[in-house]
């Protein structure tokens, strides 16, 4: 499960991480979170990235980007609250 703190990392406290963003995030994390869950039931797990200790992929920037972010446009989805990169070194997801 990938947990808001996760998804926020580092920059919770940034001004970017507004009320409207987070709001974004917790929707996207239940979303997230239950298809997860669904997968599991059908025997789809996903590891957690060994760079993040969590189900985040990349380094830093696969959860919420602050607009300062070289990675993506002013009002991408993951400086928006609404996009998260899930870490699946197998692509199960795709599959």
Request: with cysteine; aromatic share 8%; hydrophobic share 35%.
């Amino acid at each position: 499960m990938i947990t808001l703190s996760h998804y926020a990392g580092q920059w919770r406290g940034s001004r970017d991480w507004t009320m409207e963003v987070e709001q974004n995030a917790l929707r996207l994390l239940t979303s997230v979170n239950a298809l997860e869950a669904e997968m599991a039931r059908g025997g789809i797990c996903f590891p957690d990235n060994p760079k993040t200790n969590n189900g985040i992929s990349g380094e830093l920037y696969g959860g919420f980007r602050p607009q300062d972010c070289p990675i993506g446009a002013p009002l991408s989805n993951h400086k928006t609250g609404k996009a998260i990169d899930r870490y699946d070194p197998h692509g199960l997801i795709d599959a």
